[in-house]
């Protein structure tokens, strides 16, 4: 299946400062979607960028999928102690058609 | 609560022994997935359900597994013989199904964590 990388594995900012996580993958995606998994709790769906250069927000999320639809971004706002967890790009697992593939994902810590 | 609830929570267990999980979907969610995950990696898929039909099973998929969702609703996890290997947290997810090939939203239940002694 389809397979992404996802940079940095962890950020530490204090609250007010801005946080991007990157995602990228070496072939063409369909589409891509992000999760956020809170400490002790699990994904939860966020977002589906399917349009190469789409660009979405959510309040202080932006959520960017490149030209060549190989990557994808989200970028957050002036960070708050409640956007602390872990954001995970996801892709088409190729074989299933219907499954996913997580990136590692990227632990964001927010000290106030 | 009209979420993805599965059960139990937590199982521990020793090496050696077979231990059952079960996922009741949201209902009318037609497709039924299982993932795995471990401390620091992203869920790791396992196999899902089109209704009563599995129609995809990963390579971590050993043959001291299997899956079932006898009536295209709620789905069992069984793993025979645990190895400390299999200790990790146990997801499930469902969606909607709308048909054709589009990635529909899938709805993570709260997960399983396996402890395997």
């Known amino acids: 299946g389809q397979q992404v990388m996802q940079i940095p594995q962890y950020q530490h900012v204090q609250e007010g400062e801005d946080f991007t996580t990157y995602c990228n993958s070496s072939?063409?995606?369909?589409?891509i979607q992000w999760y956020k998994q809170r400490p002790g709790g699990h994904p939860v769906f966020l977002i589906q960028?399917?349009?190469?250069?789409e660009v979405k927000k959510q309040k202080r999320l932006t959520f960017q999928f490149g030209e060549a639809k190989k990557n994808s971004s989200l970028h957050i706002t002036a960070t708050q102690t409640t956007d602390v967890g872990t954001y995970f790009c996801?892709?088409?697992?190729?074989?299933?058609?219907?499954?996913?593939?997580f990136g590692k994902g990227t632990s964001l810590l927010v000290t106030p | 609560d009209t979420g993805v609830s599965q059960d139990p929570r937590h199982k521990i267990t020793k090496r050696g022994q077979n231990v059952t999980f079960r996922c009741d979907p949201i209902?009318?969610?037609?497709?039924l997935y299982w993932y795995r995950q471990t401390l620091g990696q992203g869920p790791e898929f396992l196999t899902y359900?089109?209704?009563?039909?599995?129609?995809?099973k990963s390579r971590l998929l050993s043959d001291r597994f299997s899956a079932e969702r006898p009536k295209g609703s709620f789905s069992t996890l069984e793993i025979q013989r645990t190895e400390q290997g299999d200790s990790a947290m146990y997801l499930c997810?469902?969606?909607?199904?709308?048909?054709?090939?589009?990635?529909?939203?899938?709805?993570f239940g709260p997960g399983t964590r396996l402890t395997v002694l």
């Open positions: 359900f089109q209704n009563e039909a599995q129609l995809e």
């Open positions: 072939t063409t995606l369909s589409n």
């Open positions: 996801a892709v088409d697992n190729s074989n299933s058609g219907y499954a996913l593939n």
């Open positions: 960028l399917v349009k190469s250069g």
């Open positions: 209902s009318e969610h037609n497709r």
């Open positions: 997810a469902s969606s909607q199904g709308a048909g054709g090939a589009d990635t529909d939203t899938q709805y």
